[in-house]
């Protein structure tokens, strides 16, 4: 599913971004650059839903480090 339409940002674009240690709202307006280069930011309004996927990505990458070691 689509979290940005203006830049077409997913789901899974979101949980990566999380992976690689973006899950502070301020860190995933900046690597996705909401509300910059005249996009509506609309989505921007909704940051806490990117925050719960990138925390989402961030644990799941966790759980699979663990289980392999
Ligand atoms: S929907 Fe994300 S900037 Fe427009």
């Known amino acids: 599913m689509y979290m940005c339409l203006c830049k077409g940002i997913t789901e899974s674009d979101v949980r990566e971004a999380g992976r690689a ?17 005249g996009s509506c930011g609309r989505c921007a309004k909704h940051i806490h839903e990117f925050v719960e996927l990138a925390i989402e990505g961030a644990s799941a990458f966790c759980q699979t480090s663990v289980n392999r070691s």
């Open 21 to 37: 240690g973006f899950v502070m709202p301020s860190q995933l307006k900046c690597k996705f650059g909401l509300k910059q280069d």
